[in-house]
């Protein structure tokens, strides 16, 4: 099965998208991409124009969630996971998960 493609917002450290491009998951930070600084709606536009879920630390993203169609969002406290417990749980989201199960949907770490 193929895994997902995630997109890590500007909340998250870029050790998680390393770490998980490292096990083999195609992860992208907006650091990456350059959008650095974009709004949050921006930033969810980026991840659908990638073919991405988001990944975010940011709590707007669940506001947004409900008024745009997006691949799927998948939201971690900050203060709840280490960057290596995200790589784990994510790298299992990503190759367990189909994409379209997640369309339109929040996954909360």
């Not at 890590?8 to 195609?26: F, H, K």
């Not at 959008?35 to 975010?56: H, V």
């Not at 969002?73 to 299992?92: D, N, P, T």
């Amino acid at each position: 099965m193929k895994s997902l493609k995630i997109y890590a917002d500007e909340s998250v450290n870029v050790a998680v998208t390393e770490g998980l491009r490292r096990r083999g998951i195609v992860a992208f930070s907006a650091k990456d991409l350059g959008t650095l600084g974009l709004t949050d709606e921006e930033q969810l536009e980026t991840a659908i124009l990638n073919g991405a879920i988001i990944f975010t630390h940011d709590a707007d993203f669940l506001r947004i969630a409900s008024s745009k169609k997006h691949f799927g969002i998948i939201y971690a406290s900050q203060r709840k996971f280490s960057v290596g417990e995200c790589v784990r749980k994510l790298k299992i989201i990503a190759e367990t998960v189909h994409q379209e199960e997640l369309c339109n949907k929040v996954i909360f770490l």
